[in-house]
């Protein structure tokens, strides 16, 4: 039989360039399947980077919340935008990113802060192509007030004098003029001490549910450790520091807002409605005190001694590290509206005289507290991712 041989010359040019391709392809394609990858991972780098900024965002709003511009504004809905204040855009601690939102005030003592936070890459617009990330989250967020356990007019140690027309009532009473309390009035004893006597003479009056408490459980961190804070961290939240002496404080305005540079402007608790009339400082006096006019509200924390002249009216809480001395006069009877704390440091007698009058008051602890309070995490999950 006869062979025929066919010609293979060129096979093995073809085989190595179908080699080629493949492996090109697989290269090719192990190349993008890397690549993507590593965008991937780039992109979910950039979003953790920019919720991180979000969360960062949130604690620095929590950590230097205002209360004089953020707690008393109306809720949410009755007179937007009034209700909100906007956030930024900031920079994040570390200069990680950027962040920016809103925080809304959703119920009285609720607060919804919606930050969006992007990382600094991607808020310089870095990326190619005009990419980026961003992260936005809500925390719900309430004003935790101080518990100052105020179930008195007067709470103190020691003795008490109370003499002329000088009155020490705990009935609950609103203040003249205030046409926002809505709470049950609930009365409270006139004078609260640990084991000392309260003794009146003249037209000297104490009236309360009881008129008079003795509670033993009364001791001197009652006057310095409160439920939330202590008597040096609140002062050293106070808006208005002053040393010892004798002041006249009235509210002050600039134009139609209310001076609150002014150290003698502690507020406007006579006329509410008037531009100052949200405004409760905390005021820190750092020895004994004199105070002969006209009016203030807020937290008042006094080092020393505190003696009250004339007609002056306080709207409240006010807390006293040593005693307690008023001589009323003027056409106003009321010197306080609230309640009064006096630690009576050196166990002499708390002297009421005068014209004098503690009125116990909770609508006035209430915006006090409500007015003054720092925001709190709630104990349970509080945040949610937006989008």
């Known amino acids: 039989m006869t062979r025929n041989l066919q010609n293979e010359r060129g096979m093995a040019l073809a085989i ?12 090719a394609g192990a190349f993008f399947a890397g690549t993507q990858e590593q965008r991937v991972g780039e992109n979910q780098r950039r979003v953790q980077q920019s919720f ?47 962040y920016g939102g809103t925080t809304y005030k959703v119920g009285s003592s609720v607060f919804l802060i919606d930050v969006t936070g992007q990382d600094r890459a991607s808020a310089a617009g870095a990326i190619a192509g005009g990419g980026g990330a961003r992260q936005r989250i809500g925390i719900i967020t309430r004003l935790a007030p101080v518990d100052f356990n105020i179930h008195a007019s007067l709470t103190t140690q020691g003795n008490v004098s109370i003499q002329g ?46 008129p008079v408490i003795n509670d ?20 050293a939240r106070a808006n208005i520091v002053l040393s010892g002496g004798v002041y006249k404080t009235n509210p002050t305005f600039v134009g ?66 040593g005693e307690l001395k008023t001589s009323g006069g003027g056409t106003s009877e009321a010197h ?37 309070a720092t925001p709190a995490m709630m104990r349970s999950r509080g945040w949610v991712q937006l989008y």
């Not at 033993?216 to 002062?235: I, K, R, V």
């Open 336 to 372: 306080f509206w609230g309640g009064v704390m006096a630690k009576n440091a050196n166990l002499d007698t708390q002297n009421l005289s005068g014209k004098a009058t503690l009125n116990y008051s909770s609508c006035s602890i209430l915006a006090t507290l409500l007015a003054t």
């Open 216 to 235: 033993p459980s009364l001791t001197d961190t009652s006057f310095t450790n409160f439920g939330g804070a202590t008597y040096n961290q609140l002062a």
């Open 16 to 27: 190595a360039i179908f080699a080629l391709v493949v492996v090109g392809a697989l290269v």
């Open 165 to 210: 027309n000088a009155q020490v009532l705990g009935v609950d009473q609103n203040p003249t003029g205030w046409t926002d309390c809505t709470q049950p009035l609930q009365n409270q004893a006139g004078v609260r001490v640990d084991s000392g006597t309260v003794s009146t003479g003249g037209n000297g009056t104490v009236a309360g549910t009881p």
């Open 52 to 98: 991180g900024v979000a969360e960062a965002g949130v604690g620095e709003r929590l950590r230097t919340w205002n209360t004089d511009s953020l707690n008393r504004r109306p809720i949410y809905g009755a007179t937007n935008p009034s209700d909100s204040v906007v956030i930024g855009p900031l920079t994040a601690p570390g200069g990680t990113g950027t």
């Open 256 to 321: 139609a807002a209310c001076d609150k540079n002014d150290l003698t402007n502690w507020g406007d608790g006579m006329t509410p409605t008037s531009a100052c009339g949200g405004y409760f400082p905390i005021i820190h006096i750092t020895g004994n005190a004199t105070l002969n006019g006209d009016q203030g509200q807020g937290i008042l924390l006094v080092d020393g001694n505190l003696e009250v002249q004339g007609s002056y009216q306080f709207f409240g809480i006010v807390i006293i590290q």
